[in-house]
């Protein structure tokens, strides 16, 4: 149960991560979900600008194709292995390292504290409820 937690988390991250630009570009809804939050808590008190927007939403577009088939062999197989739990965090990382390069250096700084709480949250959370 713990690994299917934990993969649920990772996977969750990379949703979040995938849903930077939308949750920048249109007003975010009451009932978006946890994906949308995800994104308004990595971008949150940025302020981006239009290019910035576009920049994100392409670098989201990279990473979409590979985190779905990520998530897909883990809820064929129920769990997470290692391995793929590894590719999983990488792609998370890269995506996250591509969003930063694009932010002025105060927005980088808001991005790191955002990104840290996150990772903070989802570790309390984790270590919650095992």
Known sequence: MKVVRIATLAAALCVGMTAVASAQSTQPQQNEGRRGRMGEWLLKDINLTDAQKDQI?????KYMPQQMELRKSAQATGSVDDATRAK?????DKQAAEIRAILTADQQATFDKNLA????????????SS
């Open 117 to 128: 709480a996150m990772k903070t949250r989802m570790a309390e959370r984790r270590n919650g």
């Open 57 to 61: 939403k392409t670098i989201r577009e």
């Open 88 to 92: 999983m965090v990488d792609l998370q």
